[in-house]
């Protein structure tokens, strides 16, 4: 786990950086220099017109957003504009993964720069799906006193909170507008993008593991197990439901109260006699009627812990927290592996595709697959619409069901593609 690399000082030469400083000029010279050379090369056209809204968003967010990003201790000077892992991996993810695809459409003949064209609107569009759906999520997480600083906790993406299905369905969208505005076919673009979209996910995945995000329950193999620090999200978490003290609290279905599902053998709390089905009633003296209370409650409870429940009082004495987490499943760098074979086999099924579509929708099958089973070691999203099933989950199974129908119109087409062979002159205009 390794949150920041770096920080990218407040000032330079007696201007800030960010606000109305050095990167804000920056960008208006490589905006300006950019339109310029779009004008020059084909025009003013709606094409070059196009990434105005966009030039102009990222020029909005180093002014207004980016300053209020930075790490401000509560005594003394900003310690400057954090470089956090998660984000230097989601950049090298978007690089990789549009190499990938500038690469496949040389190999057919395509004009790389409607790619690389087409590549930045699916970004922005996933950024933004990305981001909405673990707002709508996790919204109370983001709820400020005031407007400015709801916006800033919305935008500040580099500490993780990008959900894969809402990038999914975000860069769906914008890649269909793209496509549909400039008359390019649908299925033969979605096929060569489908290898690098999962190329950037590998990596992506990484980010998630540097930032502590994403993790997985306890893991009993000690090759596997990565442990994490006390500030880490799986620290949190294996302490609000009991791990660190030697048994594991869940919510009962039918109450909604927490209950004892496992107790660790020889630990602390069997040691106690915490007994599997016991009902909290009380921590620490402070009743509990919930599982969220109880989870509440345990995440600051010291190491001596008196709980009361339905089966009598039991005290579990520790001597100290521990200074790791418990080991637990990394199942960031397992998606990373998941997500790194599904492109290689994308990738090789790719020239032997026998219609436009095979393997965007092999990929459509393929992925919530992974994702499916990734979701059953993950313990980061708690279970929805009354069941333990994660939302992810549930848009597995729904895009499954979806894939069916795109299976049967895409073998109903005629053999072949809209995109040359290898070795074609074949370009599709702009």
Known sequence: MLQDLCHIPHEWLGLPVF????????????????????????????????????????????????PRLEDIPDAGPSKGLPIRGY????????????????????????????????CFHIFVAGIIGARLFYVIEYWPQFH?????????????????GLVVY?????????????LRRHALPTLALADLMAPGLLLGLALGRIGCFLNGCCYGGLCDVPQLGVTFPPHSEPYRHQRSVGQLHGFQISQDPATGAARVVAVEPRGPADVA????????????????????????LLRVAPPELRLATDQGPVAIRLSGLPARSRPAH??????????????????????????????????LTLYP???YLEERIRVDEPGQFHTSLSISQWISLVLLAA????????????????????????????
């Open 330 to 363: 990394p199942t960031q760098l397992y998606a990373s592996v998941g997500a790194g074979i599904l492109c290689w086999l994308l990738w090789c099924y790719y020239p032997f595709r026998r219609r436009d579509g095979e393997v965007f929708a092999l990929l």
């Open 144 to 160: 400020r006193a005031t407007l400015s600083a709801t916006i800033g906790a919305i935008l500040n993406v580099t500490q993780g």
């Open 19 to 66: 606000g109305a400083g050095w990167m804000l000029i920056l960008w208006a010279v490589v905006s300006a220099g950019l339109l310029v050379w779009l004008w020059r090369r084909q025009g003013w056209n709606a094409d070059t017109r196009s990434y105005l809204p966009v030039l102009i968003i990222i020029g909005l967010l180093i002014w207004l957003v980016l």
């Open 87 to 118: 984000g230097v991996m989601l950049l090298l993810g978007v690089l990789a993964g549009v190499a990938l695809s500038v690469r496949e459409a040389r190999r057919v003949g395509l004009d790389p720069e409607i790619v690389i064209s087409l």
């Open 273 to 296: 006699g915490l007994q599997v089905g016991a009902e909290l009633r009380a921590i620490d003296g402070q009743r509990v009627a919930s599982f969220a209370e109880a989870e509440e």
């Open 369 to 371: 697959l992974v994702r």
């Open 403 to 430: 894939v069916v129908a795109l299976w049967v119109y895409i073998l109903r087409q005629p053999r072949g593609s809209a995109l040359a062979l290898a070795g074609d002159e074949q370009h599709i205009p702009s």
């Open 166 to 178: 809402g990038s999914l369905i975000g860069a769906m969208l914008g890649g269909l507008w793209f």
